[in-house]
């Protein structure tokens, strides 16, 4: 049992210490973000290198877009959850409703993970506690995923539901927890880098990119 429990323990911290580096990266990323893009884009060629740049500025406005998107989804299950769960009478509501907002960064499975919580405060609770959590539940998520992610998603970044939940399922059993958290951001990088630079630029297929700004056709990518 103390070695179950220590390898636990390890793995629990191993999953931290990835969180704190990849955060500490972001932070160095985010300050100066030009710096990188510059020095990676000059380790290729120079016909290569305007196009490339073009892809990382445009895969850059697709990820502040696609983040946006979720925070407001995060928000809207968050400060929902919370006045349901005191509505229902469980404990530390707006703590419940903050686990709800916070996991819902992840799709699909976030959900789930996020309202495990409050299912288990119902059940001790009782079971109309637990059955009107339950409803409650599965009517906010329903909500949020078939109308309010439409409309705040319709301008930034529409990710095919298969090609998120196979990246999730994909990058977690490469990467773990920080794999899973991840796993999103990533697809929707790559995402616009395939079709910047593979359909458009090497296939000559005319495709609309997530966070492209307006073309000289007038048109707008989704």
Known sequence: MLGRAAGLGFSALGGLLDAFIAIMAAIYLAYDPALYRRGLVRLFPAARQE??????????RALKLWFAGQLVSM????????????WIGLPAPVALGLIAGLTNFVPFVGPVVGSL???????????DALLWTLAFIVVIQQVEGNVLVPLVQRRAVMLPPALGLFAIVAFGLLYGFLGVFLAVPITVTLM???KMLWMRGTLGEETQVPGEETRGTGNTSP
């Open 51 to 60: 196009p490339l740049d073009a892809a990382l500025v445009t895969t850059g």
């Open 75 to 86: 928000a809207f299950v968050g400060v929902t959850g919370a006045l349901v769960f005191w």
């Open 117 to 127: 919580p409050a299912l288990v405060f119902a059940f001790n609770v009782g079971l």
């Open 192 to 194: 616009v880098l395939v």
